[in-house]
């Protein structure tokens, strides 16, 4: 018996002894964090959906459910995240937006229980994301007719140099009210609307692409529904390149409001629009080689150039002339030079006196008046003492 219990000290002695010279010993092994997403010196373009994703491993065993992470940046420090975590993998989701620069960003991972840590680095560059840009491929800026027997279409084109085009966003307006449309271009970055139910009259259609910061772009047009020609004429602008105030037939302008680069429909239009002093109603010289009213079959009616008598002026002047009772038969009818310097040249006429004034019986020399027109001289003049292109004068001596 104190056999058994000599074996049994021994025992106890043996285990004490090992229990002594192997003592339990906290793990405090580092945490592996490995990041796989994105690769080191990738570019984002600010603003542009971004994920960071690591792989992360325990050393000691420890569930990863107790692990806080962190992601900093040494242009930002401390980033605000929001993580998912599925078995050792890992994706943060920053939730403030990066500044523009060259990132170090670091992802750490801290144990709450053993306190243990671990983290990893990569390097990110994040560029400025330049805003998208839109183009009206139809109705284009000149504007389109449909008559309400026809499809009416409107389509636009997208273009971003740093985001995928399907990724945009699209927000369609007629008239100033949102409408059903495509939300996103397709992968060509091509948007299609076909506007349905609308009534006769113009309407304007207005097409806004947004990027992931919100940045956008605008286009618009108007277009006219119609049913009969006669409903297009109060929306269309003949463009006016020469200011003139006559519109070219080659570039109507389809718009719902005035516009300062055209004018108003007229069944009349300007022959050369890159002529001010060509257009209808413009004053037509004769031999001058320019057909200034734009009506081919002048010169007839024309405006004569040069020196002018009552042989060659294509006017009518009654005689006598009675004003205040003194009678005046015309003398002399001459065309003279631009006196008054707005590029038409004048016409002077003389009258000399043929009867006496009554009032003035001791009027018996030589004597007249002197009207001054103003050139063009356009349509009639019924009477020289009233109409604002004349100026007479009193002369006195012989004409």
Not at 63 to 89: G, H
Not at 121 to 132: D, F, K, M
Not at 162 to 188: H, M, S, Y
């Amino acid at each position: 018996m104190n056999k058994n219990i000599t074996i049994l000290s021994g025992f106890s002695l043996a285990m004490l002894g090992c229990g002594s010279d192997k003592s339990l010993t906290p793990c405090n092994s580092d945490i592996e964090v490995g990041i796989f997403e994105p690769v080191d010196f990738e570019i984002y373009p600010q603003g542009f959906p971004f994920q960071l994703k690591a792989i992360v491993r325990d050393k000691c065993g420890y569930p990863l459910d107790e692990t806080s992470f962190t992601l900093s940046s040494n242009l930002q420090e401390q980033i605000v995240i929001d993580y998912t975590l599925e078995e050792n993998e890992i994706v943060v989701n920053p939730m403030e937006q990066l500044q523009i620069g060259e990132h170090l960003l670091s992802l750490g991972a801290i144990n709450g229980a053993s306190g243990n840590s671990g983290s990893d680095t990569v390097n990110l560059n994040v560029i400025e994301n330049l805003p998208p840009s839109i183009q009206m491929d139809y109705p284009q800026a000149n504007g389109a007719v449909f008559q309400t027997s026809e499809p009416m279409l409107v389509q636009v084109s997208v273009f971003d140099e740093q985001e995928d085009l399907d990724t945009l966003r699209l927000r369609w307006t007629i008239d100033g009210q949102i409408v059903n449309a495509p939300e996103n271009p397709d992968t060509f970055g091509s948007g299609i609307y076909t506007p349905t139910g609308l009534s006769n009259g113009c309407h304007t259609v207005e097409v806004t692409v947004l990027d992931s910061m919100d940045q956008s772009a605008s286009a618009s047009a108007d277009f006219v529904v119609y049913t009969d020609d006669a409903e297009l004429e109060a929306y269309v602008y003949l463009e006016d390149l020469d200011g003139d105030g006559w519109g070219s037939p080659q570039s109507d302008i389809i718009s719902c409001t005035p516009i300062d680069e055209g004018v108003p429909f007229t069944v009349l239009t300007d022959c050369d629009d890159s002529n001010p002093d060509i257009h209808p109603t413009h004053p037509d010289y004769c031999g001058d080689g320019v057909d200034s009213d734009c009506e081919p079959s002048t010169p007839l009616n024309c405006y004569p150039l040069g020196n002018l008598n009552s042989s060659n002026a294509d006017i009518t002047i009654d005689n006598p002339v009675i004003i205040k009772d003194v009678h005046f038969e015309s003398q002399t009818i001459e065309g003279i030079y631009d006196v008054n310097e707005d590029s038409y040249d004048d016409m002077m006429i003389g009258f000399e006196k043929s009867a006496p004034n009554s009032s003035f019986p001791f009027l018996k020399k030589a004597n007249g008046l002197i009207y001054f027109i103003e050139g063009p001289l356009i349509g009639s003049i019924s009477d020289l003492s009233t109409d604002t292109n004349v100026i007479s004068c009193n002369w006195y001596g012989v004409l």
